[in-house]
T-cell receptor
Framework: NAGVTQTPKFQVLKTGQSMTLQCAQD?????MSWYRQDPGMGLRLIHY???????DQGEVPNGYNVSRSTTEDFPLRLLSAAPSQTSVYFC??????????????FGAGSRLTVL | KQEVTQIPAALSVPEGENLVLNCSFT??????LQWFRQDPGKGLTSLLL???SQREQTSGRLNASLDKSSGRSTLYIAASQPGDSATYLC?????????WGAGTKLIIKP
């Protein structure tokens, strides 16, 4: 199994450009999420989804948009990139959220630089 | 607001030593605590998950403990090896969202 696949691995954008980070999982997980990781800080939740057609905001949702049209895919859209969005982005999934015995499976990450 | 702290930020020890990594949290109302490993340029891998009703979990040379009343968890690594070099992160499930520490970067010297 491929697990959680993120593309692209690296991306450089100019301020104001838009782009989509792709995330796909083949484990039939209902829960999917996007985090960003900045130096010296813990991961911060951007958006999450508990199933197809359902999305919700996390801790830092501003400037990002998501949709969940299928169980497998959970793309993250940057609407108008800003230098403050320079970060490493991780997609993660699980069967049923983060509580109880649910364990997240992570993608390898996407490093985004906004000039 | 839940806050998670990991001290030290970095640790370097000789191979073969037993070591302890620390994780503290400010709100004891958690559902679980998890330890992850992150290798450079890669995603995170789950190591151990301790549910709120449990005191510890073990996997091979790793043992994680949880003391909710004091807001602390420790990850014990026995007989450390160079392959254990990585960043170790803890995260607590607070109100159905994971709150993360910044991690401890561990270097095991051969």
């Amino acid at each position: 199994n491929a697990g959680v696949t993120q593309t692209p691995k690296f991306q450089v954008l100019k301020t104001g450009q838009s782009m989509t980070l792709q995330c796909a999982q083949d484990m039939n997980h209902e829960y999917m999420s996007w985090y960003r990781q900045d130096p010296g800080m813990g991961l911060r939740l951007i958006h999450y989804s508990v199933g197809a057609g359902i999305t919700d905001q996390g801790e830092v949702p501003n400037g990002y948009n998501v949709s969940r049209s299928t169980t497998e895919d959970f793309p993250l859209r940057l609407l108008s990139a800003a230098p403050s969005q320079t970060s490493v982005y991780f997609c993660a999934s699980s069967y049923g959220g983060v509580s109880g015995a649910n364990v997240l499976t992570f993608g390898a990450g996407s490093r985004l630089t906004v000039l | 607001k839940q806050e998670v702290t990991q001290i030290p930020a970095a640790l370097s020890v000789p191979e073969g030593e037993n070591l302890v990594l620390n994780c503290s949290f400010t709100d004891s109302a958690i559902y679980n605590l998890q330890w992850f490993r992150q290798d450079p340029g890669k995603g995170l891998t789950s190591l151990l998950l301790i549910q709120s009703s449990q005191r510890e979990q073990t996997s091979g040379r790793l043992n994680a403990s949880l003391d909710k009343s004091s807001g602390r968890s420790t990850l014990y690594i026995a007989a450390s090896q160079p392959g254990d070099s990585a960043t170790y992160l803890c995260a607590v499930d607070s109100n159905y969202q994971l709150i993360w520490g910044a991690g401890t970067k561990l270097i095991i010297k051969p």
